[in-house]
């Protein structure tokens, strides 16, 4: 299938973006396709996903310094806050054809995963310990200079 | 996280092979992680996700020249059918931490898609409809060759 048509629509919280893929659907379901370096900003390095979370837990709560992510919930829902130490949003993934772009040093936290709810992230970078910023007084300190 | 352990199990058909990620588990739910160029044996270019499809339902039939893909079936099940021209084998996606490498060349298939199902692909390359082989007797006929 060729690439999908796309919008990008940005938010208030700095560098962070909307990505709306048109899925293309016939009688034989529904189909989302991304290239990678166009329609999501970068080349992963890695993925992971996410699911089975009781939905009072939190997850995620840190920022990253280099890594780069793209978020697609690809079923059921989860509530995404992003955080740039001045501006903060809520929005809520809902279709496997929106995806959410979360550059470095951008606080990241996902609520109120529904039951049946998976979470795909792509990651820019490979695992790395160091990469992560988990005290929120530290990200704000680090987000300000 | 960490990257996850993994064992990598062959099929009867040529370079076709089963990829087991270990999740970890907390109380805060699932997490099951997959590094590009390693666990995932390419780094892709492209992803598609599959999901509404109706359970009597075939898709793929295809084979690629040149792409590689890796398939994970992130919610639901699915049955992958692969073959070489020579051998073939059905095989049950059934867990997120399972991924079905299959190489060039090889014919495929996917069968009883649940109500529920979201089937994710990694491509190695760019869509480019040359790349695709739609008649079977075309492909025995390369696959012979």
Same mark, same amino acid.
């Given at each position: ?12 919280? !700095? ?36 699911? #089975? ?27 995404? !806050?992003? #955080? #740039? ?45 160091? #990469?992560?910023? !988990? ?11």
């Amino acid at each position: 299938m060729p690439a999908t048509s796309r919008a990008v629509v940005p938010t208030t919280v !700095r560098g962070v973006t909307v990505h709306h893929l048109t899925p293309i659907e016939d009688a034989r379901g529904r189909l989302t396709a991304g290239e990678f370096g166009t329609e999501i900003p970068f080349t992963p390095k890695r993925y992971f996903l996410v699911y #089975d979370v009781p939905v009072d837990q939190v997850r995620g709560q840190h920022a990253h310094r280099r890594c780069a992510q793209f978020l697609v919930c690809v079923r059921g829902s989860v509530l995404v !806050r992003v #955080d #740039d130490g001045a501006a903060s949003e809520n929005i809520e993934l809902t279709t496997p054809s929106t995806g959410l772009f979360v550059p470095p040093m951008v606080w990241g936290e996902q609520h109120r995963y529904s039951a049946d709810a998976v979470l795909l992230v792509f990651a820019s970078e490979h695992y790395d310990a160091d #990469d992560y910023v !988990r005290e929120y007084s530290e990200f704000l300190r680090l987000a300000g200079g």
